[in-house]
């Protein structure tokens, strides 16, 4: 039998790549891992974690406003950026650090570097040749940055965090989730915000009755949007402000310029043209149900694959796949009823098929809507309605889809996707007794 340098080679030290290797050493394989930026990933150093504590910083700015409604005397306030920022951050250095802790307590070895594939069953890391029996691809992905002349000028999610200071207004092209989270944050922190999107729809494959909601919201506040606007170029002016120069003529001025325009697997570089690995047009590495290439001894998990650009997501594909290489206990992620989030202002989320899925796969269904003000919003004064949407088989009476914007949408829907993924019906969320007075009651009262 070959004796390999490790029995696991993991590329990649994000959600799915730290995942698979933890439980991989747990079965008692012998496990490697290469970063060659920070341990951690998207996820907990520029994406979910630093972004929802900026999303959670930035509502302060309506919650002053409200508290006055409620009798509290609110003194002058004040927004100092660096304090969130560096905050935050340092957060961000502390989950590094629980990350590469659980890798080192785990027996799990780091390489600080980047590694590549230099054939079968090798790897180059730190100007060493390794082999191993498994080698995971988890090297996730990067934001898209359009092909246009001066694009350059704009900035990504990974720069966004460390801005030094915030600007007077902020264009922001896309109409996807960073885009959308960006924006409330951005506007709430007293940024002028523009929305650039190139169709005529924002968050395209959502519930439509939902998007249609978070527009109207946002454009209350004060967001503007920009549809059917495609960009062509970008250009910089001496003050250092930026010129959007979009087809038919038309321009749009900022100081600060993010593309949230979707996001590339990363597999360039690695090595994988000359193992016979195609990837997509976009990067991505075909992999079967159970995360395999083509290879035997090569798998692919996470945002380097592009099947949901989900953490939840990485981190079961990568846990799935180190119980069936190493566990003996062979399973594949079901990829029905993943729930998913927006951290918009308000936020938006969901679970299962929209009403027009639903129509198409089903023929027959029943729509049961809840649009009310949530309490808090009442007393206060803000009329910001939220809305519940329930989409129910009308053959078998299962709910097969929950969408919902409003305050706490998914900290609610985390607990309703229990309840779809189980296959419950509209009946017996029916039977089920409201708990009064919650936003969350609306889910069984309605009729
Ligand atoms: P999204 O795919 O969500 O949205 C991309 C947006 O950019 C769409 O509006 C799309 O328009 C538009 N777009 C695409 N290409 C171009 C182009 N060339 N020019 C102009 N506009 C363009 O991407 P994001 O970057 O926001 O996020 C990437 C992924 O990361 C998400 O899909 C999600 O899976 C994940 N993510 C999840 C989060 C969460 O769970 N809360 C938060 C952030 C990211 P169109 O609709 O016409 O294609």
């Not at 929950?402 to 509209?426: F, R, Y």
Request: aromatic share 6%; with cysteine; net charge negative.
């Amino acid at each position: 039998m070959t004796n390999f340098d490790f029995d696991y080679f993991v590329i990649g030290a994000g959600s799915g790549g730290v995942r698979s290797a933890r439980i991989a050493a747990g079965h008692g394989a012998k496990v490697a891992i290469a970063e060659e930026y920070r341990v951690g990933g998207t996820c907990v150093i520029r994406g979910c974690v630093p972004k929802k504590l900026l999303v959670i910083g930035a509502h302060f700015a309506e919650d002053l406003v409200d508290a006055r409604r409620y009798g509290w005397t609110v003194g002058d306030k004040s927004f100092d950026w660096p304090t969130l920022r560096d905050n935050v951050l340092a957060d961000v250095d502390r989950l590094n650090g629980a990350y590469q802790t659980t890798l080192d307590s785990h027996k799990v070895q780091t390489f600080h570097a980047r590694a590549t594939l230099i054939g079968e069953n090798r790897v180059l890391v730190d100007g060493r040749e390794l082999t191993a029996r498994h080698v995971l691809v988890a090297t996730g992905a990067r934001p898209m940055v359009p092909n246009l002349p001066g694009a350059e000028h704009g900035i990504t999610s990974n720069e966004v965090f460390h801005l030094e200071a915030l600007p007077k207004r902020a264009v922001i092209c896309g109409g996807g989730y960073i885009a959308n989270e960006f924006a409330g944050i951005f506007h709430e922190l007293g940024v002028e915000v523009t929305q650039v999107i190139r169709s005529d729809k924002l968050l395209r494959g959502w519930e439509p009755a939902l998007s249609d909601r978070l527009l109207a919201i946002a454009t209350q506040k004060g967001v503007q949007f920009r549809f059917n606007t495609i960009p062509e170029r970008i250009e910089k002016r001496s003050d250092g402000s930026l010129v959007l120069h979009c087809a038919e003529g038309k321009t749009i001025e900022t100081d600060l310029l993010l593309w949230a325009v979707g996001r590339l697997p990363n597999s360039e570089g690695l090595g994988l043209e000359a193992l016979g690995v195609q990837c997509q047009p976009n990067g991505a590495i075909p992999v079967d149900a159970a995360s395999h290439t083509t290879l035997p001894w090569l798998h692919a998990v996470g945002d380097v694959t592009d099947r949901l650009q989900l953490t939840p997501i990485a981190i079961r594909e990568g846990h799935a796949l180190a119980d069936t290489l190493f566990g003996e206990n062979p399973w594949i992620v079901d990829y029905a009823h993943v729930p998913s989030a927006v951290f918009s202002h308000p936020p938006l989320a969901s679970v299962g098929m929209t009403e027009g899925e639903a129509r198409t796969a089903l023929g027959s269904v029943k729509i049961f809507t809840s649009d009310f003000r949530p309490m808090k919003a009442v007393l206060a004064g803000r009329n910001e309605r939220s809305l519940y949407k329930l989409v129910v088989d009308a053959a078998t009476d299962v709910v097969v889809g929950a969408h919902m914007i409003g305050p706490d949408s998914p900290e609610i829907l985390q607990a309703v996707a229990i309840a779809v993924k189980a296959g419950l019906t509209k009946a017996q969320f029916d039977q089920t007794v409201a708990l009064h007075p919650s936003m969350a009651e609306e889910l069984v009262l309605m009729r």
